[in-house]
Every structure is written in C-alpha cells, then in structure tokens.
C-alpha cells in the first residue's frame, strides 16, 4: 500500500477533524455540567437572630459605697493591711529564737524510727543523716519554721509556717510516719 500525497492529506485531515470533534463535545458536556450543577445547588443561609434588647437598669444601692469610689479602695486597702498584719504574725516570733539543729535538714531527709515514753512524756526517735535524735512536742524541725505538735507512738505531727503563691505566711500541717525495719 503505496501512500499518496492525496491519501495522506485526505488520512491527515480524518485525523484532524475527529480530534476536533472530541475536543468540541468534550467542551460542550463539561460547560453544561457546570450549569447543571452551579442551578443545583443553592446556598443555605440561616437567618440572624434578632438582638436583644439591651434594657438599662437603674442602681437601686445608693445609700451603700458606691463602687468605684475612693472610699471603696480604702476599705479594701485597710482590710488587706490588717490580713498581713496577723500574717507576719504568724513568722515574727519564728525569726526571733535560736534555731534547733533539726532544722538544718530538710523534712523530707527526716525519718521517724521509734518512740519511747521518758518521764511520763512520749518521745519520738528521728534519724536524720545516720544519726538518731530525741523529739518532743515543742522541738523544731524541718526548715518550715515546723513545731512539733503531737507525738504518738507510730507518728509524729507538725505546725509549719510557709508562703503561699501570694507571698502571705500560713500555717499547713505535716506527719512523719514510723517507719518500720528502717535501719
């Protein structure tokens, strides 16, 4: 099959014009897509709700202190005064007295291995850094100004004075547990 100038341009042109054809139907197809689907769908907007009625009401407390008046701040003021005044307190006698030697070691490297009863007292045996010492209520320990407030025979309670995350001395409680086969 010999191919001729004719044939080929008459093959040549068949070529051009069905790819044309595709191209055009193509076209045509995906643009009435679109329109089909841009009339199909409708946006869905919700109505805004109304807004309410802003109503003022009138301040009925006029023979209290008013607010935002000075006399309100220096209420405040001397209130805040008199709640750090029974604070500091609570700390000025604890930096006034000589401190016991329990209260070089922090509470928690305190640990209680014993009691006894001398003279009608109860005693709590502490160790602290492989030493063992004598406690009664009234001793120091621990370095929160703690005071040892009760002893019994398997613990021992304490009255310790710290900081809280305002800066304001306050008192908090603590135990040591016996500690049994402790060595």
Do not use: H
Request: glycine share 6%.
């Amino acid at each position: 099959m010999s191919f001729t100038p004719y044939r080929l341009a008459a093959s040549l042109a068949l070529v051009l014009v069905s790819i044309a054809g595709c191209g055009v139907s193509g076209q045509e197809e995906l643009q009435q897509w679109m329109t089909e689907q841009r009339n199909a769908t409708r946006p869905k907007v919700e109505p805004l709700q109304e807004p309410t009625k802003f109503s003022p009401q009138a301040y009925g407390q006029e023979s209290l202190i008013e607010p935002f008046s000075n006399q309100k701040l220096v209420q405040a003021l001397k209130r805040d005064a008199n709640q750090s005044t029974a604070n500091a307190a609570l700390i000025a006698p604890e930096l006034n007295r000589r401190k016991e030697p329990l209260e070089s070691s922090p509470l928690d490297a305190v640990v209680m291995v014993g009691s006894l009863t001398k003279a009608g007292q109860p005693v709590a045996l502490v160790r602290v850094d492989n030493l063992i010492y004598q406690v009664r209520a009234g001793n120091y320990l621990g370095q929160n100004y703690g005071r040892v407030t009760k002893v019994t025979e398997t613990s021992l309670a304490l009255r310790e004075i710290v900081q809280d995350a305002a800066g304001e001395w306050i008192e908090r409680t603590a135990t040591l547990q016996l500690i049994e086969g402790s060595q």
